[in-house]
């Protein structure tokens, strides 16, 4: 079953084309990596998805309904899609557990008591409980990346679009975050993720998509595309990339 | 450049010849603090007394007996200023947010408003406040209101509060846009509504940036209450005025300023030590 | 009585303003109620012919804006040396003259010394010369002195007088009474060096009780004043308060 | 979240049905915002002359014939604001900056200094500008300077701009203590100075970010310039009371609205437009 | 020859030790990696070595000088000693290359021309040549973090502090950092590299330090602390890493 649709997607920032028209379909509880290079167009895409950004042509369909056209509420959209940002963007003038539990009352009306066990049982499965009542910018590079992947997750949504999540994290909390990813996966969770690392990709996507330019170029499951890509560019790409020295 | 901290010499620690070095360096410069700022006052008490004019000048400004004889009139017309700053600051800061968020709106279906917030800023800053406060006070009451519907205290706060929110939602714009964009993103992306949005994550980081310019508004709105006195009520500016013109001698102005010392500087302090405790909290 | 019955803001009792500070000769003390000094003493006399005694009367103290301002207005009549001006009539309504005021010239004593007795027009233009704003005198200043540098206009006399102390303005015009008064008690580094001669015409300031447009008022008070003038009352007033003008030299400034 | 682009309708390409419709909902709201305008304009003309003062009102305020005749006068007097502003304005943004940059001093060497620059703001924010004026204007000069030095242009010009540079000081504050530690540090980590960290970090981020808290100062100064008028020089608004005392009307002071109008206006949606365009370039 | 010498180095944030008293030697040209979990403290130590935080105790020699004491010019410390930070930190109200020329001219003195000469060949050497007119809030993070790097290397520093150069890049620019990383080395540039990419650590370090929580458990050559560590605790932070899932 489908869950989220994407149909001929483009967006242009002034004479820069970013993503070229491009179609991607995403069934129920799968998970899709996408990988390509630095300025390829993938965070651009995710916020295109979740609404950040005005699309110039193109539809987005979940659940078959078009999320796109003009006028519809973007929030009801973003109720149901979670993500996380490369640059994580946590709310300096709130501690951690506040960045956490905010939007569980306030959106999900949540009880506070109930936001906060949830927020603590989250900061504990990342081992930040001792940094609750801390404020951002008082975090390491790695801790913010950690409180960031929580807060989305607080929101329990039925989509996430996940940015380079594990980039300021240790391979040890990365092991984390996979296994998170994974229990997500096994709740019935839909998940678009971009990432640099192969290794990643290859353990946990169902699929891996391949970003070139601001075109989808290839999208099969990791076997296939990490040893007999279809097409050339890809090859280059990974061969490049897993064997870079 | 990190600040260094006084944190070790509070808890009374035995100092390490680092510490011991820093708060030798802190104390010897509060004592040149000390020492530069009497010279100076010195210099002042010294130098201006020998001037040809000084003892006309310190007559007119400064009569100690006259100020006695002054005071209690004067602190009993202050009273009219803090009852009127009382009701007008909350008004002109709810106000100044109204039109600040009119402003910032960006959905083209809510674009009247957008237009209205900026007729209404470039209007009540470019025209004076004094033909504002001549205008809404004896102009509305003059279209035929009776009391107490005429009052000038009503109709003068409301002048000084459409004057004031004029410029104190420019500096609230100031204030939400700097916010960095990725801010929004990030909160619209946990499903906030745009007035969500602006009420929990903007507005609480604006305040703290634009703390003292928002009270600069508050320092000068308390003593432009005054204008009100151009329509009736005598409060302490007015007053002194009075005692001015009746003794030809500018000391009630001293005994004025002395009154309004006695609130701002309180005020102002305050409020730094609640940007400073907030800023801790946040950045260490 | 019986003219002003029903004419007033309330009944029985006749409300009259002045200026917040009332100014000695015309106020002593800033103290109307007690009747003394010029227009406090004409105010309630005045009254006593419109059947308000001195018990009945009450005060109130007025900007000059607000006895301008068009909405309903706090006191019966307003007196404050107001000049009848043609100009202000469409907003506002006089009563005939209570007093014609001779000016008078005020210097610093400094400018006294150096201008000695040369009082030509020249010398006298040459001056810088200060105002209260709004006043007459201000208007005489630029209409009839015509002075060659610019003329600095203050909030009021006290103002002014500080501005000469401040060797900021070197001259002012004033009535004579107030010139009397300033340089007696207020300013005694002040120096009258002459009063202007009449020219009858508008510049000449003549002091009326300033009315809401309209008021029924009006034509009882001119009645009572007209009184007061043919029986003397306004003369012997004069006498008491304001001091005499005798011994001040004329100054001509041609035409 | 985005706003639509107009770019499209610009470059005058085929639109897609989405940017279409997207054309449609803008000027769907602004004929709404022309009419709505309208609608509110034709209410105040229709209902306001039916009070029963308003004759009165019209005739104290708005008298067509004595604003013709008043207007040249007011003009010529409104020269005179223009001047003062054009030097109070330049040594108000200069002075505001020191006072500022004393206030941020984070070294204990320099204490003294950020000691004065907080007693500076708020001695003269707290002092009412009037006394500021009198005692600046009357006082020095009355101490014995003799002409040229005892101008009133010049200690009037001195005094306002003491007490403007007090409160801008403070929206200069504000502004650099918004701009993230991390950019100093990123700064410092170059090797520059504390000085260039300022100059070509803070500062030039700080102002387009209280660029209209900037443009609130300009706004309330060229009209602050009528302060002058207490001691002695005849600005458009001491022009205008001249009038209205002359007539017993205030419609000068609309004139003098008028003219404040013609430079207000334009001045703040140029810094606007500069400000837009600033941002464009950096965020897209 | 050592460069640069940590003595005992001692760093708070209230009751929170980030640096237990820390001491490292590296030699001219030497490259350390820093590794350790996320929290433990390598940006920190970083910052402190660049008189960006006031440090509680201990000594910082460069050339056998203290440039710790109290007083000690800070300027002319960090015009010898380069930083990349972690969070990039890039200049908002300049183009990519004003980002990296105003050092240069300013506090080199280098010429205008020259200055942007050596941008744009760094610039193209990244792949960003024709970013050079953009504003940095309108780059990807990838292309970001090669900004940040490229205005470090403009300056042509003795020393360089780098905190995780590579986290936003993909594997392919990984490569291409690691290139440029050899080539200073080459050039007698002395590197402190704090990263959580052990490969990459393995490949291009002299030394690997391994903090954990605030101290330094262990330094030693690459091949020993990858295959026989002296430490129990390095040993199964290492294992934990290599093989997370
Ligand atoms: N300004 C600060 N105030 C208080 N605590 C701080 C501050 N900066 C950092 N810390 C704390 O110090 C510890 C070390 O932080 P640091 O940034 O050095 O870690 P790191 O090793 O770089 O981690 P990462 O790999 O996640 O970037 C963390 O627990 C962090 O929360
Ligand atoms: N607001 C913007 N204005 C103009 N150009 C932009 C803007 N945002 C992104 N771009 C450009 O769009 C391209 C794609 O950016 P995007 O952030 O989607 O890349 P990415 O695939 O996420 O790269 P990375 O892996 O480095 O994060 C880049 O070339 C970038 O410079
Ligand atoms: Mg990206
Ligand atoms: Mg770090």
């Given at each position: 079953m489908t869950k989220l649709s994407i149909r001929n997607l483009r967006k242009s920032f002034g004479a820069l084309e970013v993503c070229k028209g491009i179609s991607l379909d995403l069934a129920k509880s799968e998970l899709i990596c996408l990988i390509g290079g630095s300025g390829s167009g993938k965070s651009t895409l995710l916020r295109c998805l979740n609404l950040l950004e005005h699309i110039d042509d193109g539809e987005i369909l979940l659940d078959g309904e078009d999320i796109s056209v003009p006028g519809y509420d973007p929030e009801r959209v973003r109720r149901r899609i979670g993500m996380v940002f490369q640059s994580y963007n946590l709310f300096p003038h709130m501690s951690v557990l506040k960045n956490l539990t905010l939007a569980q009352t306030r959106i999900r009306k949540t009880p506070p008591a109930e936001a906060k066990d949830l927020a603590m049982e989250l900061l504990l499965r990342f081992g930040l409980a001792d940094k609750a009542e801390t404020y951002p910018d008082k975090l390491s590079g790695g801790q913010q990346q950690r409180v960031a992947i929580a807060r989305a997750l607080a929101m329990e949504p039925e989509i996430l679009l996940l940015d380079e999540i594990t980039s300021a994290l240790d391979p040890e909390l990365v092991g984390e975050v996979l296994r998170v990813v994974r229990d997500l996966k096994a709740q019935g969770i839909t998940m678009l993720l971009a990432t640099h690392e192969m290794g990643f990709a290859r353990s946990v996507a169902d699929r891996v998509a391949f970003l070139s330019g601001g075109s989808l170029l290839e999208v099969a499951p990791p076997e296939k595309i990490f040893t007999q890509p279809d097409h050339e560019q890809t090859r280059q790409f990974l061969k490049r990339v897993l064997d870079p020295i | 450049m990190a600040s260094l901290p006084l944190r070790h010499e509070r808890e009374g620690v035995t100092l390490s010849p680092r510490a011991a070095y820093e708060a030798a360096l802190r104390r010897k410069s509060i004592r040149l603090a000390v020492v530069s700022s009497l010279a100076f006052a010195a210099a002042v008490v010294i130098f201006v007394p020998m001037a040809p004019g000084w003892e006309a000048v310190?007559?007119?400004?400064?009569?100690?007996d006259l100020l006695v004889e002054t005071f209690p009139k004067l602190l009993q017309a202050f009273l009219i200023d803090l009852m009127l700053f009382a009701w007008c600051a909350p008004a002109i800061l709810v106000l100044a947010l109204v039109i600040a968020l009119m402003r910032n709106i960006s959905s083209p279906t809510l674009f009247p408003l957008k237009v209205f917030a900026i007729f209404y800023t470039d209007l009540f800053r470019s025209v004076p406040i004094i033909l504002t406060v001549y205008i809404v006070g004896f102009g509305i009451p003059g279209l035929g209101l009776q009391a107490p519907w005429n009052s000038p205290y009503l109709w003068g706060s409301v002048a000084l509060t459409l004057t004031y929110s004029a410029y104190l939602a420019e500096v609230y714009r100031s204030g939400i846009e700097s916010i960095h964009k990725s801010q929004t993103s990030a909160a619209l992306s946990l499903g906030f509504s745009q007035g969500d949005v602006m009420r929990f994550i903007i507005l609480p980081q604006m305040v703290s940036r634009i703390m003292p310019a928002i009270m600069n508004f508050m320092v000068s709105l308390q003593k432009d209450v005054?204008?009100?006195?151009?329509?009736?009520?005598?409060?302490?500016?007015?007053?002194?005025?009075?005692?001015?013109?009746?003794?030809?001698?500018?000391?009630?102005?001293?005994?004025?300023?002395?009154?309004?010392?006695?609130?701002?500087?309180?005020?102002?302090?305050?409020?730094?030590?609640?940007?400073?405790?907030?800023?801790?909290?946040?950045?260490? | 009585?019986?003219?002003?019955?029903?004419?007033?803001?309330?009944?029985?009792?006749?409300?009259?303003?002045?200026?917040?500070?009332?100014?000695?000769?015309?106020?002593?003390?800033?103290?109307?109620?007690?009747?003394?000094?010029?227009?406090?003493?004409?105010?309630?006399?005045?009254?006593?012919?419109?059947?308000?005694?001195?018990?009945?009367?009450?005060?109130?103290?007025?900007?000059f804006d607000e006895a301008i301002?068009?909405?309903?207005?706090?006191?019966?009549?307003?007196?404050?040396?107001?000049?009848?001006?043609?100009?202000?009539?469409?907003?506002?309504?006089?009563?005939?003259?209570?007093?014609?005021?001779?000016?008078?010239?005020?210097?610093?004593?400094?400018?006294?010394e150096r201008l000695g007795s040369d009082l030509s027009a020249e010398k006298i233009r040459d001056l810088q010369f200060g105002g209260a704003s709004g006043q007459t005198s201000a208007i005489f200043i630029s209409k009839v002195i015509k002075p060659t540098k610019d003329v600095l206009l203050y909030e009021d006399l006290s103002d002014v007088q500080a501005a000469m102390m401040a060797n900021q303005a070197e001259a002012t015009v004033v009535d004579v009474p107030t010139s009397l008064?300033?340089?007696?008690?207020?300013?005694?580094?002040?120096?009258?060096?002459?009063?202007?001669?009449?020219?009858?015409?508008?510049?000449?300031?003549?002091?009326?009780?300033?009315?809401?447009?309209?008021?029924?008022?009006?034509?009882?008070?001119?009645?009572?004043?007209?009184?007061?003038?043919?029986?003397?009352?306004?003369?012997?007033?004069?006498?008491?308060?304001?001091?005499?003008?005798?011994g001040i030299p004329v100054i001509d400034l041609g035409k």
């Open positions: - | 310190r007559t007119a400004f400064f009569n100690w005054a204008l009100l006195s151009f329509i009736g009520p005598i409060e302490v500016l007015r007053q002194a005025n009075v005692f001015k013109a009746l003794y030809a001698n500018f000391t009630p102005y001293v005994g004025a300023a002395i009154l309004f010392l006695c609130i701002t500087i309180p005020a102002t302090r305050f409020s730094d030590y609640l940007i400073a405790r907030e800023r801790a909290r946040r950045t260490g | 009585a019986g003219c002003a019955d029903g004419k007033t803001m309330t009944s029985g009792v006749l409300t009259i303003a002045t200026g917040n500070p009332a100014y000695s000769p015309w106020v002593m003390n800033d103290a109307p109620e007690s009747g003394e000094g010029y227009e406090a003493a004409v105010a309630l006399e005045l009254a006593r012919r419109l059947g308000f005694e001195k018990s009945a009367v009450a005060w109130v103290r007025t900007s301002q068009p909405g309903p207005k706090n006191f019966d009549f307003n007196l404050q040396q107001f000049s009848i001006r043609p100009e202000r009539a469409q907003a506002i309504d006089f009563s005939d003259p209570y007093y014609l005021a001779g000016k008078a010239l005020v210097v610093r004593k400094d400018v006294a008064f300033l340089t007696a008690v207020r300013y005694p580094d002040g120096r009258i060096v002459g009063q202007f001669a009449k020219s009858n015409d508008e510049t000449d300031d003549k002091f009326g009780l300033l009315f809401a447009k309209g008021s029924p008022l009006k034509d009882c008070a001119n009645k009572a004043l007209a009184d007061m003038k043919a029986d003397g009352t306004l003369a012997n007033l004069e006498a008491t308060w304001l001091n005499k003008k005798a």
